[in-house]
């Protein structure tokens, strides 16, 4: 078991042992996606730092970028993040102070408005591209496609049992 984890293992043996019955396996999983969770954020914002982003503004900068005008509502933006409208708006605020990102008026209805990519937006994230795709690849590369498969399968599943 990976030493950063070792820890938090020895404490639910511990507490199995004062009070029997303990899911001892499904606490195990519970905490390891947790922990994963949280190395996986400090692996993607490391890999981010230097151009002065973390991985949920890279994720947004995306979302708008995958669409076919580069314009995305914000409410959109929210549930692409499963996020708080308030985190969302924050993030938005970050995108446009760093020119990345303009407001503009929704052509459908002028008291809505959308969040748009600007030229240096797109062109920012052309440049990272190439970086977070090597990044992703050294992540990931110790699994073969049939365990990236079956991980995806199993945290599909998982992520369907929690609603999402």
């Known amino acids: 078991m990976n030493k950063s984890f070792l820890p938090l293992e020895e404490a639910i043996d511990r507490v199995e042992k004062r009070f029997p019955g303990v899911p001892r396996q499904e606490v195990l999983l519970t905490r390891l ?3 994963l969770q949280q190395r996986l954020a400090c ?33 959109e933006l929210s549930d692409m993040l499963d996020s ?19 407001r503009i008026a929704c052509p459908e209805d002028r008291r809505k408005i959308v969040l748009r990519l600007t030229a240096e937006g797109i062109a920012f994230i052309e440049t990272l591209l190439p970086v977070s795709r090597e990044a992703q690849k050294r992540l990931w590369n110790d699994f073969d496609p049939a ?3 079956d991980m995806e399968r199993l945290m599909r599943k998982l992520l369907t049992t929690l609603g999402g």
């Open 84 to 102: 708080s409208r308030t985190n969302a708006t924050r993030i938005s605020d970050e995108m446009v102070r760093k020119g990345w990102v303009e």
């Open 33 to 35: 996606s947790l922990h």
């Open 147 to 149: 365990e990236k498969q």
């Open 43 to 75: 692996f993607l914002n490391e890999t981010l730092k230097p151009w002065g982003i973390n991985e949920t503004v890279w994720i947004s900068l995306l979302a708008m970028y995958s669409c076919p005008d580069c314009s995305i509502n914000p409410s």
